[in-house]
Nanobody
């Protein structure tokens, strides 16, 4: 069992930066691929980025490439999402998720554990 707690959200002006953290409990954290998703009001939850257990392999959606960076520190049981050059369309609740699959993909169905989410609001 893995429990996830996100933090680091807030209100920021367009062009600004935020770093989200996701603290995980459970001794097997380092085995799981970890992902970030987001959900804007009235929209479905969408994939943002994923990182493999080693931290070497990452993948992110096109709209955040070059602006967002996913990373992890297995010694601290924490995964991060560094968000730079934020845009108003990045406004959403951001969720971290853990998967028991080696290659969970970009669908929410590929992930087994979810945090409660943290709000990110980008003003124009």
């Amino acid at each position: 069992q893995v429990q996830l707690v996100e933090s680091g959200g807030g209100l920021v002006q367009a062009g600004g930066s935020l770093r989200l953290s996701c603290a995980a409990s459970g001794r097997t954290f380092s085995r799981y691929p970890m992902g970030w998703f987001r959900q804007a009001p009235g929209k479905e939850r969408e994939f943002v980025a994923v990182i493999r257990w080693s931290g070497v392999s990452t993948y992110s959606q096109d709209s955040v490439k070059g602006r967002f960076t996913i990373s992890r520190d297995n010694a601290k049981n924490t995964v991060y999402l560094q968000m730079n050059r934020l845009k108003p369309e990045d406004t959403a609740v951001y969720y971290c998720a853990a998967s028991r699959s080696v290659a969970p993909g970009i669908s929410t169905f590929g992930y087994d554990y979810w945090g409660q989410g943290t709000q990110v609001t980008v003003s124009s």
